[in-house]
């Protein structure tokens, strides 16, 4: 099955700079990547995703990039905010399959 | 966006009873849910695929007997932990794919606290 990692598992960056999250996956028919944001107690968000036909893709701030070959996506976060303080986590799935497997989490501290 | 709601968002119970936590599609229709279990500073981990009529699949090491998971209808799906132990305190986290998209939206959550 599929098996996904994420560095690092903590990261704090000063308010304004750039954080980027790093994510690895296994299987080679996982087409589908997206991040969700978690805050303590609440359920996770989609804050994007990206299908494996592109190799970046961007919204305001938040970007994510993708390796296929290398099997591997990022996402990046540009001009940090105390709101962006909370749990990251990567996901992966294959084509045809609608279970998501999820990598473990980055816990990313802006500071003020 | 799709919405899941999930019910209810915290249960306290005795050990020995059962708890059961329901899952709802409330404005799409939903033939596949998941059921996720997240203990603190932990990642979800897939418990099992509900599916609507006909029986669950469940991840290995996830005890069917114990995680009941029934699908009746098109946008409900109910998980009961029977017989439930402190070991079992955690946030249940239910999750529905779009129709359209796929992408997955997920309900509130039910933190379980067994004394």
């Known amino acids: 099955g599929e098996n996904v990692e994420q560095h690092p598992s903590t990261l704090s960056v000063q308010e304004g700079d750039s954080a980027v999250i790093k994510c690895t996956y296994s299987d080679s028919a996982s087409n589908y990547f997206p991040w969700y944001k978690q805050e303590l107690g609440k359920r996770p968000q989609l804050i994007i995703d990206i299908r494996s036909n592109v190799g970046e893709k961007k919204d305001q701030r938040i970007a994510v990039t993708l390796n296929k070959t290398a099997k591997h996506f990022s996402l990046h976060i540009t001009e940090t905010q105390p709101e962006d303080s909370a749990v990251y986590f990567c996901?992966?799935?294959?084509?045809?399959?609608?279970?998501?497997?999820f990598g473990t989490g980055t816990r990313l501290t802006i500071i003020p | 966006g799709a919405v899941v709601s999930q019910h209810p968002s915290r249960v306290i119970c005795k050990s020995g009873t059962s708890v059961k936590i329901e899952c709802r599609s409330l404005d799409f229709q939903a033939t596949t849910m998941f059921w996720y279990r997240q203990f603190p500073k932990q990642s979800l981990m897939l418990m099992a695929t509900s599916n609507e009529g006909s029986k669950a699949t469940y991840e290995q090491g996830v005890e069917k007997d114990k995680f009941l998971i029934n699908h009746a209808s098109l946008t409900l799906s109910t998980l009961t932990v029977t017989s439930a132990h402190p070991e079992d305190s955690s946030f249940y986290i239910c999750?529905?794919?779009?129709?359209?998209?796929?992408?997955?939206?997920f309900g509130e959550g039910s933190r379980l606290t067994v004394l």
């Open positions: 996901a992966a799935r294959a084509f045809g399959n609608e279970k998501l497997t």
């Open positions: 999750s529905a794919p779009s129709e359209n998209t796929g992408e997955l939206f």
